[in-house]
């Protein structure tokens, strides 16, 4: 589901984000762009599916609700999220998702612990 576009050396110069997160009835699906510093994915789920993830390695997450409602627990609390509304999760902590509402959809960008941006000459 993800188009690249590449360059005419067949260096890849971009990749784009392919899903249609608004087609009623469709399956459960997530399109992700992996890049060298960040993980960025839009996932749709039905009512009661979860994305959990593990403490570790996961970096700080800033994720939106597309659609429907979803319960996040993350860092040792709960959400209850809507379209439009967003969270930041602290790099190293759990976090679960869980969609409440018949179908939800989620934007999500990941940071990546294990490579992290070069330094700033100082």
Request: glycine share 10%.
């Amino acid at each position: 589901m993800i188009a690249q576009q590449q360059l005419a050396a067949g260096e890849r110069h971009c990749e784009r984000l392919e899903i249609d997160w608004q087609a009623p009835g469709a399956p459960s699906q997530s399109a992700i762009v992996d890049g060298e510093h960040l993980s960025i994915g839009i996932s749709t789920y039905t009512c009661g599916e979860q994305s959990e993830a593990a403490a570790d390695p996961q970096g700080e997450e800033v994720a939106t609700v597309l659609a429907g409602s979803f319960l996040v627990e993350a860092a040792g609390e709960r959400y209850e999220l809507s379209p439009g509304e967003g969270i930041i999760i602290p790099p190293r902590e759990p976090r679960r998702w869980t969609c409440q509402s018949e179908r939800g959809a989620l934007y999500r960008v990941i940071t990546r612990l294990d490579n992290p941006p070069p330094q700033e000459p100082t």
